[in-house]
């Protein structure tokens, strides 16, 4: 009788044998070529897989390293902490070849995957950043803004904490309970919000004090809000979301208010308009893949492999993991062609019903206190004709 490719028995041995015969390429490749190929193997192959990748790992170059975070994250299989953390220690050595967008993914990949980093990573990270900003998209700023906030690190911050927590350690990372280390009180001035216009309307809020930034600090989010102007239409819904949350987690005064406007004109293009004012939040949550849609099933309490991984839902939900299947960035598109969009997807996107304190729960906890943020959605909401009430 054949043994048919699907049937379980075709993943032994001899598959096994052959995967520790792989190349470095090879076997980043296939990593990656699993998910593409809506193949889901079982874990004694993966776990062959990464171990051969371990072995490998000063061969890798910078594009399958990212390469092989990408699939991991597609896979939803999360390998143990020695593993990464030796990993995580490549990575580095590759940081200045990365080009923009593969700082971005990878960055967000090893969020996702709930990697334990250091300060010291992620402040060369931030200095690769910032060196290449004219190589980023819309897509890579989104999910780099994310990345940072799962460690609540902000750039050049004389407030960051001695070391970046591990995400794994995020309720909508890996359904652990949130910790953070959180600096003093860091919020947002609502006097100076209040006198720039209509996304300034949280009257209920006390004025709290703003630690200032460093001129480095500010250095870098000014090339972040000027590289996000030119590339808005580079971003997927995604990661527009992601960078609205992730920017909120981690600026405490108010953005720029360019950078607030053009976002808000993205959103409002991309991302279907919610049926209602007490969607708005959900609705945004799923775009960015922190829950999942109505209806579908969130595999996060399903039984995991603990040998050299665990299969598990790692910062993304099922949802979202479509957008590792391409990295082709969106083109720009008309305000008509956008609502044709909005009209055609809004029978597909369907908020799960979240009470705010639900809601409030999975948001990051220094933006789920954000006054700009609370503004902005304030905002977005008359824009969608729903008043400004939160």
């Known amino acids: 009788m054949q043994v048919s490719s699907r049937h379980p028995c075709s993943w032994k041995c001899p598959v096994v044998v052959r ?18 190929a809506g193949i889901q193997p079982p874990p004694v192959l993966l776990d062959a897989l990464l171990l051969r990748v371990s072995v490998l790992l000063p061969e890798l170059g910078p594009q399958e390293m990212v390469q092989v975070a ?22 580095r050595t590759h ?14 990949a090893l969020s996702s995957l709930g990697t334990p980093m250091d300060q010291a990573w992620l402040l060369a990270f931030c200095r690769e950043a910032a060196r290449g900003w004219t190589t980023h998209t819309g897509e890579s700023l989104g999910r780099m803004a994310w990345g940072l906030s799962q460690y609540n690190f902000t750039p050049f911050s004389s407030a960051n904490p001695e070391s970046g927590p591990a995400p794994a350690a995020l309720k909508n990372a890996l359904g652990a309970e949130q910790v953070f280390e959180l600096p003093a009180s860091r919020y947002d001035d609502v006097a100076r919000l209040q ?47 992601l960078m609205l949350l992730g920017v909120a987690q981690l600026v405490c005064s108010a953005p ?4 607030q406007r053009g976002l808000m004109r993205a959103i409002r293009l991309c991302v279907p308009r919610p049926p209602t004012s007490d969607s708005v939040l959900p609705t ?15 595999p996060s309490g399903a039984a995991g492999h603990r040998a ?34 909005m009209q055609g997807q809004q029978q597909e996107c369907v908020p799960p019903p979240m ?36």
């Open 19 to 36: 995967v520790c015969a792989l190349s470095c390429c090879f076997a980043a490749g296939s990593l990656l070529h699993l998910p593409n």
């Open 70 to 91: 990408r699939a991991l994250v597609a896979l939803q299989y999360r390998p143990s902490d020695v593993w990464l953390s030796a990993f995580v220690a490549q990575c």
């Open 95 to 108: 940081l200045p070849a990365l080009a923009g967008d593969d700082l971005g993914m990878l960055l967000w």
């Open 195 to 241: 006198q720039q216009g209509p996304m300034a309307t949280l009257s209920q809020q006390q004025p709290q004090a703003v630690l200032s930034m460093t001129r480095k600090e500010e250095a870098w989010w000014s090339g972040f809000y000027r590289t996000c102007g030119e590339q808005w239409h580079t971003a997927s819904p995604q990661a527009l979301v």
């Open 256 to 259: 720029d208010r360019e950078w």
């Open 284 to 298: 945004l949550l799923m775009v960015a893949g922190i829950v999942p849609p109505r209806g579908a099933t969130d």
């Open 308 to 341: 050299g991984g665990r299969r598990e839902t790692v910062g993304v939900s099922p949802s979202a993991l479509a957008a590792l299947q391409t990295t082709a960035a969106p083109t720009a598109m008309g305000s008509q062609d956008a609502e044709s969009l």
């Open 355 to 390: 009470s705010r304190e639900e809601v409030l729960a999975v948001l990051p906890p220094q933006a789920a206190q954000s006054v700009w943020l609370a503004a902005f959605l304030a905002e977005l909401k008359a824009q969608w004709g729903m008043g400004r009430v939160l």
